[in-house]
């Protein structure tokens, strides 16, 4: 019998499973939601309804890379457990390769795009692993860089992920600061990036440090003063002002421009950052249940 999108699409709100197996859920019951929606339920493919306001902040970092290009894609789920499950690093890696193939710029994109080996979208294939795992997975960011220059990539232990774009330089150094990103996350790429916003509230705190001792001096000294703790403030929040992990002796920008190079792109993920976590109270709960609280 023909199932129309609409039918599909109830199926899908209702039982949080993916577009194929709703389709072949009501084909198999002549249409009917409800006992299509049983029949989900007794395959185990009904189950990621149940997830879905659940709290996914673990999760792996992913990425995939090809000439002139590079995608980090952030997949959560609900533990760490999960996240070295072999199906889900499976997953992860089939999913970074559809984001670098695609070229999808964004996550909806992505979502919808072909997933291999199989009949559906990334989004289908993930609603199918969740009733496999029994957790909410969620693909949740996708990050992409290309051009003409040296791309460098950098994934520390699944849970951050950096690509960094040069124009000049060599893979060495552009891995070399993808590493240093990682392990510093500057907020700014260099001084000129920093909204001036942000620069005249550190004047204004500059200002607030000097001591009396300071005021007594001329206003072009007091001048150099302030504009020397602001530049400091600022180096300590930019990339190019920042000591080289690699080579502490230098800043980034000194590592930089001793290959004649520039930044032109930066992009840092980890895994969880902006998802609010629920905090568990076990004494609390276990009050609860006693009766005691």
């Known amino acids: 019998m023909q199932i129309s999108a609409q039918l599909v699409k109830e199926l899908r709100q209702r039982s949080g499973a993916g577009m194929m197996e709703c389709k072949k859920a009501l084909v198999e019951n002549e249409g009917n939601v409800d006992t299509a929606m049983e029949w989900l339920r007794k395959q185990g493919l009904a189950k990621a309804d149940k997830k879905a306001g659940r709290v996914a902040a673990e999760g792996r970092i992913i990425g995939a890379q090809d000439k002139g290009k590079a995608v980090l894609v952030e997949i959560n789920c609900e533990t760490d457990f999960v996240a070295k499950d072999k199906s889900f690093l499976a997953f992860a890696d089939n ?29 289908d294939a993930a609603k199918a692993l969740v009733a496999t795992i029994g957790e909410k997975i969620d693909v949740r960011r996708v990050a992409r860089v290309e051009g003409d220059g040296v791309i460098g990539s950098y994934i520390h232990g699944g849970r951050i992920g950096v690509l960094v774009a040069l124009e000049g330089g060599s893979d060495e150094l552009a891995k ?7 392990a510093m996350n500057p907020q700014y790429v260099d001084a000129a990036d920093v909204p001036a ?25 007091l001048e150099k003063i302030v504009s020397g703790k602001v530049r400091k403030v600022i180096a300590e929040m930019t990339l190019t002002g920042q000591p080289y992990v690699l080579d502490t002796g230098v800043s980034v920008g000194d590592a930089l421009k001793k290959e004649g190079a520039s930044v032109k ?10 998802v609010e976590k629920k905090e568990e109270d076990f004494a609390a709960e276990v009050m609860k249940q006693a009766g005691l609280a």
Do not use: C, F, N
């Open 95 to 123: 999913v970074a390769k559809v984001a670098l193939d695609s070229d999808s710029a964004d996550i909806d994109a992505l979502k919808a795009a072909a997933y291999p080996g199989g009949d559906g979208s990334v989004e």
């Open 176 to 182: 070399g600061i993808a590493m240093h990103v990682a």
């Open 197 to 221: 916003d942000i620069v005249d509230k550190e004047k204004e705190i500059a200002q607030g440090q000097l001591t009396e001792k300071d005021q007594s001096k001329p206003a072009e000294i």
């Open 265 to 274: 792109q930066v992009v840092r993920l980890a895994v969880g950052e902006g």
